[in-house]
Nanobody
Framework: QVQLVESGGGLVQAGGSLRLSCAASGRTFSNYGMGWFRQAPGKEREFVIV????????WYADSVKGRFTISRDNAKNTVYLQMNSLKPEDTAVYYCAASRVSFGGPTPAGYDYWGQGTQVTVSS
């Protein structure tokens, strides 16, 4: 089992920045591919960004390319989502997820463990 706890969400104005953190516990963190997804009210959970076990490769959704970055610190069992130039359409609950494979991919089905989510609200 892997337990994931997100933090860092909040309210920010358009154009601002936030950094989300996801702390993992329970298993060897470096064995898992990690990803961030988001879900807005009335919409399906969507892919944001993912990285492999070492953090050497990433995959971005087109909607966040150039604005969001993912990083991981395997020594701290933590993955981060840096969000810059935020837009109102980025408003959602953001979830981190862990995959038993190195690269879980862009669909929720590729992930085995999920955090509880953290709300990000971007005002215009």
């Amino acid at each position: 089992q892997v337990q994931l706890v997100e933090s860092g969400g909040g309210l920010v104005q358009a154009g601002g920045s936030l950094r989300l953190s996801c702390a993992a516990s329970g298993r060897t963190f470096s064995n898992y591919g990690m990803g961030w997804f988001r879900q807005a009210p009335g919409k399906e959970r969507e892919f944001v960004i993912v990285t492999n076990r070492s953090g050497s490769s990433t995959w971005y959704a087109d909607s966040v390319k150039g604005r969001f970055t993912i990083s991981r610190d395997n020594a701290k069992n933590t993955v981060y989502l840096q969000m810059n130039s935020l837009k109102p359409e980025d408003t959602a609950v953001y979830y981190c997820a862990a995959s038993r494979v190195s690269f879980g991919g862009p669909t929720p089905a590729g992930y085995d463990y999920w955090g509880q989510g953290t709300q990000v609200t971007v005002s215009s």
